[in-house]
């Protein structure tokens, strides 16, 4: 028994049917008895960082309300995308495909295909350019594992026949367009938008185009936003892939994404029928973050206003929010230097996500895994293929200080009798990922499960950072977790 605020008379009710539900955004009702109340663990948004969503939510008129701003409880990625949930109206296997095929061929015993499905959206139509490869000998045995791939800005479809000859199944659709204007079809393969939709034509980058990144901050629904058009197209070609069961086992579907498709790719982590993302450089925080150059080791660090609308779009649309909710693990494979991935921020996705993944990042480089690219296929063939791969965990960096101008990092990797090579780098004070210079250190296996490496710093009073490379005998590179300490404070 207790009181509970009456949002309709503004005033404390004596109740007593006991203790308030907790039920998250997209779990709401749409029939609820207006005034019932709830606590929404999620109801106030994403917010900067993913942990103070929480709000109580009352309903009225079939929505759902704050009480303490009486303004409607922001969307979360589940209750965007889950068909029936709060905020969906969206659902990708609704309409005819109605496949129209470009061309068929058969090259190396590869089997491709190039067509177009309908995508009925919002009133308009969307016709998906599609690629499809697969070994032709396992045509028609509906045994084949599959993923599919989407490409970053700028890009389309590519060839992934190496994937084709080690028995996948690759889906690939076209985002791009007209690029705005550069390209027209038919000289040019592409995902046809109508007049309407013009802009999806890959016209206004959202990482590029600051001003239309700060413009977005008055939003007030999801469905505006050119965002929510390219993650809904991925959904309905997942619909799609799901029908190809003469060739596939569709219950071994992955999703791939390059660059911005990286971003796409954190989107379909929360999709049920997706067994494993990868997520290449893209990694969210862009809006509002890299939109003002906030690097989080600035010094001083300061940050502008956040709006209600920056809240309302990271929460629906920025990858960072996705991870809180994922439904299947992500392997993120960037640079420490991208221009496009966020790296400092990043590591942030995996203390949100409650599904394990993993991480890896090439040294000095910016939009380039050379190297490392064993780790795509291996992840689809341990959750795609079922492949008996055990994959390890990504350790913590431990700072310590040996003594005044020598720093020591330390790891504790997981398996570490597999281990068969670490490489410790080091960084000094510079707060934009983008321009830091890492230097390699001189690297010790102390015998006893652990790593170690000492380098010198000249300001106790700036950050250094440092994480370690760690490579393993199945070739699997996975890196610790990047250590940001400034030397004084420990």
């Not at 999806?200 to 413009?215: G, K």
């Not at 809180?324 to 640079?335: D, E, G, I, Q, T």
């Not at 330390?410 to 321009?435: C, G, H, K, R």
């Not at 790593?451 to 700036?462: C, H, I, N, V």
Request: charged share 10%; with cysteine.
């Amino acid at each position: 028994m207790g009181y509970k605020f009456n949002p309709f008379t503004a005033k404390l009710d004596y109740a007593n049917e006991g203790k308030v539900s907790t039920v998250a955004v997209n779990n709401l009702p749409s029939n609820a008895q207006d005034g019932t109340q709830v606590f929404c663990p999620d109801g106030a948004g994403f917010g900067k960082q993913g942990n103070a969503g929480q709000t109580i939510a009352y309903s009225s008129g079939g929505r759902w309300y704050r009480t303490d701003t009486n303004t409607e409880v922001t969307p979360n990625p589940l209750s965007i995308w889950d068909v029936g949930s709060t905020f969906n109206n969206y659902n990708p296997n609704t309409g005819a495909f109605n496949k129209t095929l470009i061309s068929a061929s058969t090259l190396n015993g590869i089997y491709e295909e190039n067509y177009f499905i309908d995508m009925p959206i919002n009133g308009y139509l969307i016709q998906v350019y599609v690629k499809y490869q697969i070994k032709n000998s396992l045509r028609g045995l509906g045994t084949a594992p599959c993923f599919i791939f989407t490409n970053g800005w700028g890009a389309s479809v590519g060839d992934f026949t190496n994937f084709a000859n080690l028995n996948y199944a690759v889906v690939q659709y076209d985002w791009r367009g007209t690029f705005n204007g550069t390209y027209s079809y038919p000289s040019t393969l592409m995902t046809l938008y109508p007049a309407a939709l013009n802009r999806l034509n890959q016209v206004t980058n959202p990482n590029a185009n600051y001003v239309s990144q700060i413009s977005v901050a008055n939003i007030s629904d999801v469905r505006n936003q050119d965002m929510y058009y390219w993650y809904a197209i991925p959904r309905r070609v997942l619909a799609y892939t799901k029908t190809l069961t003469a060739d596939i086992d569709n219950t071994k579907i992955g999703f791939y994404g390059n660059s911005w498709g990286g971003q796409i790719a954190y989107s379909m982590a929360i999709e049920p029928d997706i067994k494993a993302t990868i997520a290449q450089y893209g990694n969210g925080w862009i809006h509002y973050w890299k939109t003002n150059s906030l690097w989080p080791y600035s010094i001083p660090y300061t940050e502008p206003a956040f709006s209600d609308g920056n809240n309302y779009y990271i929460s629906t649309l920025e990858s960072q929010a996705y991870a809180k909710y994922a439904r299947n693990p992500v392997l993120w494979m960037s640079s420490t230097n991208d221009f496009h991935g966020q790296f400092d921020r990043g590591f942030r996705n995996f203390e949100l996500t409650p599904v394990q993944g993993s991480y890896a990042f090439k040294v000095n480089a910016s939009h380039d895994i050379t190297g490392f690219e064993q780790n795509l296929q291996l992840w689809f063939d341990k959750h795609l293929k079922g492949t008996a791969i055990t994959w390890p965990t990504n350790p913590n960096t431990i700072p310590s200080i040996v003594t005044a101008g020598t720093a020591k990092a330390t790891i504790t990797p997981s398996n570490p009798a597999d281990v068969t090579a670490v490489q410790f780098y080091y960084a000094l004070v510079t707060a934009d990922a983008m321009s830091r210079t890492w230097v390699a250190a001189t690297t010790t296996n102390n015998g006893n499960g652990t790593w170690s490496a000492q380098f010198t710093y000249l300001d106790g009073s700036k950050y250094v950072f440092a994480y370690a490379q760690i490579t393993y005998s199945s070739t699997i590179i996975v890196c610790s977790k990047q250590a940001a300490f400034i030397p004084n404070n420990i």
